[in-house]
C-alpha cells in the first residue's frame, strides 16, 4: 500500500520551531519530487517547498524563504521541513505530496496533479 506520512507538527510560539517529516511507505521516495503544501482556514492549499527527487533542486515559497529548509534523506524514505522563525500567518494543515515528474513540480511547487498525498499535520503558531 502506497502510503504517506505527515508528522511533527504541533503549536509553537511565535519565533519558535517546529521539524516536519514525510516518511513514505509502499515505495522508493528517491524516484519522486516532493513537496510541502499548507492550507489555512478559508484559503486555498499553496506551494510551501519542494525538492527535486535527488534533493538537487528545491523551491520555497517567498512566504518561506530564509525560514525553511526542506530535505531528504531517501535511504530513510523520508523528506524533511525544518521551520524555524515561524510566524502567526503560518498556521495551516501541512501536507507532503509526492509525483515522478520531478522537473515539473520541483520547479513550480504547484499542487494540483501531484500524485500521492498525506493526510496531513497540523501546525499552529501562537502565543
Known amino acids: 500500500q502506497l502510503q504517506l506520512v505527515e508528522s511533527g507538527g504541533g503549536l509553537v510560539q511565535p519565533g519558535g520551531s517546529l521539524r516536519l517529516s514525510c516518511a513514505a511507505s509502499?515505495?522508493?521516495?528517491?524516484?519522486?519530487?516532493i513537496g510541502w503544501f499548507r492550507q489555512a482556514p478559508g484559503k486555498e492549499r499553496e506551494g510551501v517547498s519542494c525538492?527535486?527527487?535527488?534533493?538537487?533542486?528545491?523551491n520555497y515559497a517567498d512566504s518561506v524563504k530564509g525560514r525553511f529548509t526542506i530535505s531528504r534523506d531517501n535511504a530513510k524514505n523520508t523528506v524533511y521541513l525544518q521551520m524555524n522563525s515561524l510566524k502567526p500567518e503560518d498556521t495551516a494543515v501541512y501536507y507532503c505530496?509526492?509525483?515522478?515528474?520531478?522537473?515539473?513540480?520541483?520547479?513550480?511547487?504547484?499542487?494540483?496533479?501531484?500524485?500521492?498525498w498525506g493526510k496531513g499535520t497540523l501546525v499552529t503558531v501562537s502565543s
Open positions: 509502499g515505495f522508493t521516495l528517491g524516484y519522486y519530487a
Open positions: 505530496a509526492a509525483d515522478t515528474s520531478s522537473a515539473y513540480y520541483t520547479a513550480t511547487c504547484k499542487p494540483g496533479g501531484m500524485r500521492y
Open positions: 525538492i527535486s527527487n535527488r534533493g538537487g533542486a528545491t
